[in-house]
């Protein structure tokens, strides 16, 4: 994106950049600023036309602040592509923006415990969390038991009986191992109950929330206390109706109600099934009949944007059973319900003569009990329904707690929904390590949202690509304070580096940690730490715990220190990963035709994962989304990365090979989407997009044709489809092919 280097941007150019953002005497300042960091930095690294000493203009500029987040992104952008134009990500790994300090990194959660235990477990080897972190990370690889055992103690986790150990692998039958075997406990009332450590007590701040519209009024909160005593009383009304077992749907926006039904319904030993609220009635109906639910909780409409979408009727669509509705807006619910429905109030109201309304015992369970059916999101075919059981809980907030550094006095906020994996992760992460939960009611999208992050004191902010990409394009946080947020998050598919660019910048360049998992795995195995040096775009390390290697075409692990590509194998042994299906062969989809290492029967997860110099990774697609250009294989995401950048009329991209029906090698199709406002030939575009690919990527790859489109099939969560690109391009062919 710059054609200069630092040293050659001019007070010019900055101020260019700047637009009408930035004065004279302010270009002229960061131009100052600029070069002594310029200097300094060839002082300390000796210089030298490798180009070292770019990572250390850019450590010294952001450390001094010399961007601010009000500054226009042409002027971050300026700046941080200027430092990096030379840089050589083949010998010296991806362009780092952000560095752990020592100082900093003693006070974070992994770093207290690497203090702690660190000498003991390492011996000697071990010297602080930074330096020791692959260290500790490997360690806690092969003695997955000592680690657990460390992190139970630091999540509110009490178990009415005890487990007999951490981990059992004697049951062979069980590649994943048994985890906590013998305990029972219910993890709503862990959620609920006050603790000593972490510390959360009755008084705290359990949720925050807004409503959407309510922009300029304070936000509301929620004490610890008053969410107990909300979630008994559904709990109760829930015990009333219902057997212990049973499976109940919600289906609505991640609203406060919503975490006080899901809390409850496992509180009284029953089964959450989570049901994104974009799903069409079709999708509901198939849901709930794989799950079996008796009843579902939705909302009468959903309040987004502004605009008013209906959610019961299409409901009532799906199922002929139960529904508890719920009201978008007041007390009463604005619609007629069937006959067997009930209204949220009603539903409560029988509650006011319980003789103890502030008592319930909750049902106490095994831990491996099932308390969420989760469905993955599809992009490979139909979704699979996922049991999370109560050691799913525990694992997802053990990352919260290790990787992005969650706990007291953290307020954590990632727009989603209870159907989308990222839902429960979300509420157990915060009430789990005692973080305030903050949602907002309404749309993400809009300005509305970053003004809730922002009076809410957000610490940790999640997003996902789609969502940055669109505040950064419609500019719509502009003027917003973000400085709260010491880290970001994203998930869900690749993010893009310039959007990250975006986002960091709002803070002060804070991290903006990548995590990649899977429903099924309850957590992220590939992931970002805050005690490791961060690039956009990319992964840091896998999680604490686990393991995996990168497979070579003949299903041969590559060596853990080489730069290669493919696809990953994650080690057998995970804590929290399902071991069951409820409409597919686990087996099948997760074992079978998976090669063994070192005695280990691997587990698929399907990810290409493509790790550069220094460790670093990035998710190069799905092994389905794998071409084979001209004998070459590779992936849709690296030729996007290329795509998306080569000229400013495109959104984005989507790459897809396609087998020509009449044989013969697989035929490169991009597909794009424009910007608004801009106009394209999609001849022109094949012109640079061969160009950009044949320079960055493969001299050998031709785009054989590119389709304009006015937006991408994705799945309800927004991942991209491919699949069904791929199938409509392979359906043209073969219409032309019959002509
Ligand atoms: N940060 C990320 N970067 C790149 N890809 C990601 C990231 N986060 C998630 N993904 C992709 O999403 C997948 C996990 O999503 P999910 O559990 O919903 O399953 P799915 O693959 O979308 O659905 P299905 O299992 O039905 O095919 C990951 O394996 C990865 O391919």
Known sequence: MAANTIDEVSVDDLCRAGGGGLTIEEARHIHQLIRQAVSKAKAETGGGGDQLWAREVWRELVSRRVLKPNHPHALHQLVYYSVYARWDASIHGPPLYWFPSLHDSKLTNIGRIMETHGPKLLGSSYKDPIASFNLFRDFTVHHPEVYWSIVLKELAVTFRESPKCILDTTDKSRPGGTWLPGSVLNIAECCLLPSSHPGKQDDCCAIVWRDEGDDDSDVNRMTLKQLREQVILVANALERTFRKGDAIAIDMPMTVNAVIIYLAIVLAGLVVVSIADSFAAKEIAVRLRVSKAKAIFTQDFILRGGRKFPLYSRVVEASPHKA?????????????????????????????????????????????????????????????????????????????????????????????????????????????????????????LGRGFGKFVQDAGVTVLGTVPSLVKTWKNTKCMEGLDWTKIKSFATTGEASNVDDDLWLSSKSYYNPVL??????????????????????????????????????????????????????????PLYFGASDRLLNADHEHVYFEGMPTFKGMRLRRHGDILKRMVGGYLVVQGRADDTMNLGGIKTSSVEIERVCDHVDESILETAAVSVAPPDGGPEQLVIFVVLRKGFDQQPGKLKTVFSKAIQTNLNPLFKVNSVKIIPEFPRTASNKLLRRVLRDQIQHELSVRSRM
């Open 324 to 444: 508890i509705v719920l009201p978008v807006l007041g007390n009463d619910v604005g619609i007629q319900l069937r006959e067997q429905d009930i209204s949220w109030k009603d539903f409560l109201a029988h509650d006011n003569q319980h003789p103890r309304p502030n008592h319930f015992t909750p049902a106490y369970l095994p831990i491996d009990a099932a308390i969420n059916i989760l469905f993955s999101s599809g992009t490979t075919g139909e979704p699979k329904a996922i049991p999370w059981t109560q050691l799913s809980p525990i694992r997802c907030s053990a990352e919260a707690l290790a990787h992005m550094n969650v706990g007291v006095g953290d307020v954590y906020c990632w727009p989603t929904n209870l159907g989308w994996v990222m839902g429960p992760i979300l509420l157990f992460s915060c009430f789990l390590t005692g973080a305030t939960l903050a949602l907002y009611h309404g749309s993400p």
């Open 514 to 571: 990548e995590c990649c998992g899977g429903t099924e795995l309850s957590s992220a195995y590939i992931i970002a730490s805050t005690l490791q040096p961060q690039a956009f775009g990319a992964f840091s390390t896998a999680a604490m715990a686990t393991g995996f290697v990168i497979l070579d075409e003949h299903g041969v692990p590559y060596p853990d220190d080489k730069v290669c590509v493919g696809e990953v194998g994650l080690f």
